[in-house]
């Protein structure tokens, strides 16, 4: 086991993540430093949502990952996000509670109220959290990731299903927690999205990493291969040829 | 048609209108009898409930050698017949069987008890179920928020309480419905164990129609009751029902 830099907040060393003959990621070697907001980029199937997993630790894998605070709180953004039956105010609850159970009632009170607030929720605290827009339902889902002061809040996808209104919403509440300085990965089939918001751009193909670089590199570099086919809209729904 | 036909058909309305004057009138025996059916049939729900709920979300959960096996086994339970029930219980409890001192065969306690073996895999093995196809759905979300093994089961039965409460109605049905167990170890005593399935197999063997029939119908207003009370406070209280503190 090495010592990580300071500022890294995991590395992985040669993981592969396989799902029975499936290879979803193969050798994914990178790190993700404090503070990085991370756009994993890629066709559909080449392993952006694996690769998250792998990189949260939910998934099972071979290879070295290695994470600087194993106590650390980790958070996750779903395309879909999973919502409990229950209000919008104990759904905040809930997450607050599995991530911080030794702190006081009162101040995961506060925290989730904190939430809500900061993703123009508040009004809405009571009303079933399932009975909320698209929009608004990712808006509270990133209110739970958000609030458990995450070391990584992980995003998948979090604008696929959204519509433009509702992605705008999402994209400026991104652009808020990045501003603040909390560390984000986020797979996303928007290169415009990755462009906006990203410091840092991972190109994936077929489950390996590809490209690696700061944002500005990747979209002046003019990749190459599958990447600049990728870039040119070529590669976006489909792995052919 | 013949004579005994139109006999037959004229005694069923005069059949009902006894049973609807003893319902109406609250008729001791009749109310009795319904009470102790309830207060049996519901105990060994909440006993089922608090023992089944766990095991099934916590089978639902964990993954174990041998699982498939215990899940083969909990679903032909399903499937248990109460006079099997019944006699299990009976041998434990008998005089001569391992549990014999406890002295309570032929005792609402005994009867609960058949009961309680009676729906435990119904209550299990649905629990289970629902437990499992909701972590299908939202599984990975828990297992990324930090939810262990305890915590995804209960907040799962939390997540899905109107399908555990349908779970709960289906038990309490055949509980309330069966008749083979707590007549073998009730012993059907009038004024001790008299239950409602039990009431009605006797009056019926005794030619006194009157009574099972009300029975019959009190039995289904009851389950009736208790489906129309769920859809109310589900449509009522809808998810703002549970306020965690």
């Known amino acids: 086991m090495t010592v990580l830099p300071a500022s890294t907040l995991i590395a992985l060393s040669d993981a592969s993540v396989a799902y029975g003959p499936v290879q979803a990621v193969r050798n994914a070697t990178m790190r993700v430093a404090q503070g990085e907001f991370i756009a994993v980029v890629g066709a559909n199937g080449s392993g952006k949502t694996s690769l998250l997993r792998l990189l949260h630790g939910v998934v099972a894998y071979r290879g070295s990952r290695e994470v600087s605070r194993p106590s650390g709180v980790q958070a996750m953004v779903f395309q879909r996000p999973f919502l409990l039956r229950l209000s919008v105010w104990n759904n905040v609850r809930i997450a607050l509670w599995l991530a911080h159970r030794h702190s006081t009632s009162a101040s995961r009170n506060e925290r989730a109220e904190q939430a809500l607030r900061r993703v123009g929720l508040a009004a809405l605290r009571d009303r079933p959290a399932r009975s909320l827009s698209g929009g608004e339902q990712q808006r509270l889902a990133l209110a739970r990731g958000w609030a458990v002061r995450p070391d990584i809040l992980f995003l998948d996808e979090p604008t696929a299903s959204l519509d433009p209104s509702a992605k705008n919403d999402v994209e400026a509440l991104l652009a808020d927690f990045a501003a603040d300085g909390m560390t984000l990965v986020m797979s996303t089939h928007n290169l415009g999205q990755a462009k906006r918001l990203a410091s840092r751009v991972v190109y994936m193909d077929e489950g390996r990493i590809d490209i690696d670089l700061p944002t500005s590199d990747f979209f002046a570099a003019g990749a190459p291969g599958r990447a600049g086919r990728f870039l040119k809209g070529e590669l976006s729904w489909s792995l052919d040829g | ?245």
């Open chain 2, 1 to 245: 048609m013949r004579p005994d036909e139109r006999l037959a058909m004229s005694a069923v309305p005069e059949t009902f209108a006894t049973a609807f004057r003893l319902i109406v009138h609250a008729d001791p025996a009749l109310v009795r009898t319904v009470a102790l059916s309830l207060a049996v049939s519901g105990t060994a729900c909440l006993c089922a409930a608090a023992f089944g709920l766990a095991a099934g979300a916590w089978l639902a959960v964990v993954r174990f050698a041998g699982q498939r096996a215990v899940l083969l086994v909990l679903d032909t339970l399903l499937a248990l017949p109460s006079v099997v029930v019944g006699l299990a219980v009976y041998l434990l409890l008998s005089r001569s069987g391992p549990l014999g001192s406890w002295g309570i065969l032929f005792t609402p306690a005994a009867m609960v008890i058949a009961q309680t073996i009676l729906v435990l895999p119904i209550v299990a093995a649905l629990a289970r179920q629902v437990v499992a196809d909701a972590l299908r759905d939202g599984g990975d979300q828990l297992r990324s928020m930090g939810a262990g093994v305890l915590a995804s089961a209960m907040l799962m039965l939390l997540h899905e309480r109107w399908a555990v409460a349908t779970v709960m109605l289906i038990a309490f049905g055949r509980a309330i419905a069966e008749v083979g167990a707590v007549m073998i170890v009730g012993g059907n005593i009038d004024g001790v164990t008299r239950v409602m399935t039990t009431t009605i197999a006797l009056e019926t063997s005794k030619g006194d129609l009157p009574l099972a029939l009300a029975l019959g119908l009190v039995l289904l207003f009851v389950v009736a009751l208790l489906n129309v009370a769920i859809a109310l406070f589900r449509r009522g209280s809808g998810p703002l029902a549970v306020e965690l503190r």
